[in-house]
């Protein structure tokens, strides 16, 4: 962002319009949990409200089937932080940020005392601001709340003055559909590392013999000898172990 002009240096043809500085607490609404009212652990359900903490968020995504619930009664008692399609939820105790998007709710659901709840006006589009969390801005204010702390926090202050510049709504439109094209882009990839890993874990435990066995259960074809066991130390010599000539060795070497 040039300093002088408020502009991007990478930007969407038909778009020249300076950038504005806005402050999050003239442009949205900002809710933390008030404490938990004496709130017992028989009072975690299997079913009702949903309670999300920032160990059910992967990736700005809500891992649903992971979140906790809790009775309607206590849902009733924190009306200011009943979530909403559009709302922006991100930890604000320990670990900071790590920030996800309320989209298609289904079920009743609100935030516990570890997270921060904000919900921007029409003149920022909630996918943006995601993004403005997800930028070096918001990383420079989390390294300041973490800095020298035991326990980094993050306060409705901090958010209330929280500053970002920010384009018209329809160039803040385009940003998200490109960073979402990325986003998907990454989730793509991520699956098919975790797919990659699975797949040679899979192959580690079947191309080696298991425990009291001599042949592994898939070989390459035309090896069809048993494996053999050895000891380490009969066919290494580690770094800085002496030989039998009491020679050491610098580096790691397999015999033959």
């Given at each position: 962002?040039?300093?002088?002009?408020?502009?991007?240096?990478?930007?969407?043809?038909?778009?020249?319009?300076?950038?504005?500085?806005?402050?999050?607490?003239?442009i949205?609404?900002?809710?933390?949990?008030?404490?938990?009212?004496?709130?017992?652990?028989?009072e975690?359900?299997e079913?009702?409200?949903?309670?999300?903490?920032?160990?059910?968020?992967?990736?700005g995504?809500?891992?649903?089937?992971?979140?906790?619930?809790?009775?309607?009664?206590?849902?009733?008692e924190?009306?200011?932080?009943?979530?909403?399609?559009?709302?922006?939820?991100?930890?604000?105790?320990?670990?900071?940020?790590?920030?996800?998007?309320?989209?298609?709710?289904?079920?009743?659901?609100?935030?516990?005392s570890?997270?921060?709840m904000?919900?921007t006006?029409?003149?920022?589009?909630?996918?943006?601001?995601?993004?403005v969390?997800?930028?070096?801005?918001?990383?420079?204010?989390?390294?300041?709340?973490?800095s020298?702390s035991?326990?980094?926090?993050?306060?409705?202050?901090?958010?209330?003055?929280?500053?970002?510049?920010?384009p018209s709504?329809?160039?803040?439109?385009?940003?998200?559909?490109?960073?979402?094209?990325?986003?998907?882009?990454i989730?793509?990839h991520?699956?098919?590392?975790?797919?990659?890993?699975k797949?040679k874990?899979?192959?580690?435990?079947?191309m080696?013999p298991?425990?009291?066995?001599?042949?592994?259960?898939?070989?390459?074809?035309?090896?069809?000898?048993?494996?053999?066991?050895?000891?380490?130390?009969?066919?290494?010599?580690l770094?800085?172990?002496?030989n039998?000539?009491?020679d050491?060795y610098?580096s790691?070497?397999?015999?033959?």
């Open positions: 962002m040039g300093e002088e002009k408020k502009v991007p240096k990478l930007r969407f043809p038909g778009f020249t319009d300076a950038w504005e500085q806005r402050k999050l607490g003239e949205a609404i900002i809710k933390g949990r008030l404490g938990w009212k004496s709130l017992k652990q028989e975690y359900l079913e009702g409200p949903c309670l999300i903490a920032g160990k059910h968020i992967y990736d995504r809500i891992l649903w089937d992971k979140v906790d619930h809790i009775p309607m009664w206590r849902y009733d924190s009306p200011e932080i009943m979530l909403q399609d559009g709302d922006v939820i991100f930890s604000k105790d320990g670990t900071l940020g790590n920030p996800a998007i309320i989209e298609n709710l289904q079920n009743y659901a609100t935030i516990n570890t997270m921060m904000v919900r006006n029409d003149s920022i589009e909630s996918s943006f601001f995601y993004q969390l997800k930028s070096p801005i918001f990383d420079r204010l989390i390294a300041l709340k973490t020298g035991s326990i980094p926090h993050l306060f409705q202050s901090d958010m209330n003055n929280f500053e970002f510049y920010a709504i329809l160039e803040q439109s385009s940003i998200v559909s490109v960073c979402k094209l990325v986003d998907n882009l989730t793509l991520q699956r098919k590392l975790e797919n990659a890993k797949l874990k899979s192959l580690l435990q079947k080696f298991k425990e009291g066995e001599l042949f592994p259960e898939i070989r390459f074809p035309d090896f069809h000898d048993a494996w053999e066991q050895r000891k380490l130390g009969d066919v290494t010599y770094a800085g172990e002496k039998k000539n009491n050491y610098e790691y070497s397999i015999t033959n």
